[in-house]
């Protein structure tokens, strides 16, 4: 019974604190950073030499945006040389859907959107595939279309449901308002463009098993569509996640249909099964970015405070839901950003366009939502008079207010404590003055800076995706084998993972390797998404570490003499802590006691579990407390805008960011200057263009490569980034005491447009609002200056 209480004891550790010298709080590299630089880095497509006799798979794309498919012939393929079969809706034994919702079909009768896959083709070779696939025979009646948010809006064609956000009285809050302003605002969305596009390969062993390689940042969830696609079970299928190329959303859902296809291929031919899309088909084919609508009414006292918000933003879903409804919650949860605004009513609704089916992307409504708050807010300043740092300023959350949606802002104190550090590191005054001496001697060149906040709230919006498994092995040499349900897409997952293993084993990081990700060994896993998969995946394999280090201090106290509670794990020795007599100063290794744990028949290994408490939310009425804790940061940025050109040059940034206690500084670092920099893409770089016309290619992706897609590269990095941590920030409740770091820096490009409109401001008269559209491309923001300077009369 004493040893069980032990045992107990020590395994309740509490989640944030951390052991004296621990490995968690290191800046180490990269856990596969040699493999990437050399080359050897093995993704997906990689594994085809291993599968001799595989088959390749290529899809045949609509060229029509919208049309009803009236027959499909297959006999010309199938003689051509090289290609094996033909996937089509027939051949499913299961259910014929990519999704759980029944509105996404694998092999559609109606194509929904141009380059939308109607079957699929199977060859020896690629070319094989793709010859194959050009001579299928499909005979299309085309419908009409709706491409654009203007017309889904005109045509009352929506999809979900239209959640409501609500606090107070908007209408009360506007009518006492001193001052009221009012507009609309359309931004665009963003491609992923992952290094590595979709990918899986799919075998089948001699028993049915299906093993599906799948490039997904959702394996139990891809291993629930091919199932339920092939008519299987979930222990009939695996699924394992190597490392992506990046994910970035994008391979949160929309993978899984693309595994299907290579798993039914394999099923039925008894071959494996290679599906990987080449860059244009990437692109045509998987959803983007949310691009967003939003119409606005808002008040602010005579001292510049909110008073009232009344919003509606009409998101573009796309062809089918897939992930569009809780993209549109998050949103309208982060329409506040960090400003209290006592009554406010935000509606949402999700369009239906013959457009990709939008998905996930980094910040997964966030951004959109935060961006409506910022735009307003920069619009407004001029026409009250108060500088727009200040009127931020003005309105930040204070401790003891709620969000719009009820939930308490825990740690409030922090945003001014942001916002005063990055501005005393940007030496914020004395540049803007540098600045206005600039503007009053350049007419045809002007320059601007902005500091902007950010809050961003940690969680699934979903409660129930707020767990995480792990499998960790001790190995009789000491050696330890970690296993957990969360995927590497670059962002440092793993390497984070080793250093908590490390830290809770109390054992070198050396000792410590990871397994790739698989459905076999950790199941039920939610989505690494979120910014949560350090969180979740953290906690749980903190909690089997604590369960096997428990079970060893109790093999440890006998030698050392010594109760368990006092038994100390660090740096691969065990000691014992104030031991007195023949117990003081003695140190035993890390291995002796594995060893001797092992003649004991003491269980070496253990299966630890994580769910994140106090959370809770209804997504009916959209109130409760879905996030665990808010992220913190705020960033200074300087630019140059050309008036005739209206190219601008990103000067410099300063950024200080709350990542709680860094789990591992330097992929902390590298998250931040990445969000950031695929922010400010989003903003001011990156274009989605469809062709709107009537004429036969009307719905055709026209930004379709990196000719004509603009991605942020280092001609687009401020000249100058200085990344600060910020310090004495430790989160209650986390896991050692750190933060989520992969969506919030995102937001932190909000200051390289609100910088734009600075620069663009300084073309034209004293309260001019700029109407700056997004992304704020050369040509926007040329033609911006051209308002402004029509509005002094130049």
Known sequence: MATARATAALAATSLAERPEHPVVGRAVSHESAELHVTGAALYTDDLLPRMPGALHAWPLQSPHAHARISALRTEAALAVPGVVRVLTAADVPGVNDAGVRQDEPLFPAEAAFHGHAVCWVLGESLEAARLGAAAVEVDYEPLPSVLTLAEAIAAEQFQGAQPIVTRGDAAAGLARAAHRCSGEFEFGGQEHFTLETHAAIAQVDEAGQVLVHSSTQHPSETQEIVAHVLGLRSHEVTVQCLRMGGGFGGKEWQPHGLAAVAALGAVLTGRPVRMRLNRTQD????????????SWEVGFDEDGRLQGLRATLTSDGGWCLDLSEPVLQRALCHVDNAYFIPDVELRGRIARTNKTSQTAFRGFGGPQGMLVMEDILGRCAPLLGIDPTELRRRNLYAPGQRTPYGQLVRHAERLPAVIDEVAARADLDARRADIAGFNATHPHRKRGIALTPVKFGISFNHTAFNQAGA????????????????????????????????????????????????????PNTSATAASTGADLNGGAVKDACEQIRARLAVVAAERLEVGADAVRFSGGSVTAAGGEGEAAGTTLAWQEVVQAAYLQRVQLSAAGYYRTEGLHWDPVRMQGDPFKYFAYGAAVSEVEVDGFTGASTFLRTDIVHDVGDSLSPLVDLGQIEGGFVQGAGWLTLEELRWDTSDGEGRGRLLTQAASTYKLPSFSELPRELHVHLLERAAEDGAVYGSKAVGEPPLMLAFSIREALRQAVAAFGPAGHAVELASPATPEAVFWAVEAARQASGS
Do not use: C, W
Not at 283 to 294: D, E, Q, S, W
Not at 474 to 494: A, P, R, W
Not at 503 to 521: E, F, H, I, S, Y
């Open 283 to 294: 692109i045509t084919m998987t959803g983007k970015r949310h691009p967003f609508h939003a």
């Open 471 to 522: 499998l960790v092995h001790v190995y009789k040499d000491g050696s330890v084998l970690i296993n957990h349900g969360g995927t590497e897409m670059g962002q440092g997952l793993h390497t984070k993972m080793r250093q908590v293993a490390a830290t809770a084993l109390g054992v070198p990081l050396g000792l410590v390797r990871l397994a790739p990700t698989r459905t076999d060994k950790v």
